[in-house]
């Protein structure tokens, strides 16, 4: 493996903190759909992206692919920039902020 899948494979688990669980949970309600930048087929960017985390969690990670690891590179940097935002919503547990990073597998709740 090399040293940028490594740091990758790291940056990844830190900011992914919802259990695969809680994930699927999140991803199966209502309120996942709702928030988003909507695709032409209907759904959210984040959601898809949360179904796709669900499936690098669910693959050895000997089996991890170069486009996976750029999946869970985009993950990192898209929960590194929203967590920057979020102002009053970072204590509203329904705020669409909170949802969305929920749905790129990020819980700002979470201790």
């Known amino acids: 493996m090399s040293d940028d899948h490594e740091q ?4 990844f688990n830190a900011a992914v903190n919802m259990t695969p669980a809680a994930l699927r949970k999140h991803l199966d309600g209502a309120a996942s759909r709702e ?5 032409d087929g209907g759904e959210s960017t984040g959601h898809a992206m949360g179904r796709r985390i669900l499936a690098i969690k669910d ?5 991890l692919t170069d486009d996976d690891y750029a999946a869970m590179n985009k993950v990192v940097g898209y929960v ?11 204590n509203d547990p329904d ?3 909170r949802l969305s990073l929920m749905n790129w597998g990020h819980d700002p709740l979470k201790g």
């Open 8 to 11: 990758i494979w790291d940056d």
């Open 35 to 39: 928030v988003g930048q909507k695709t």
């Open 59 to 63: 693959t050895k990670k000997a089996d």
């Open 80 to 90: 590194h920039r929203h967590l920057k935002q979020g102002g009053k919503a970072r």
């Open 95 to 97: 705020s669409p902020w």
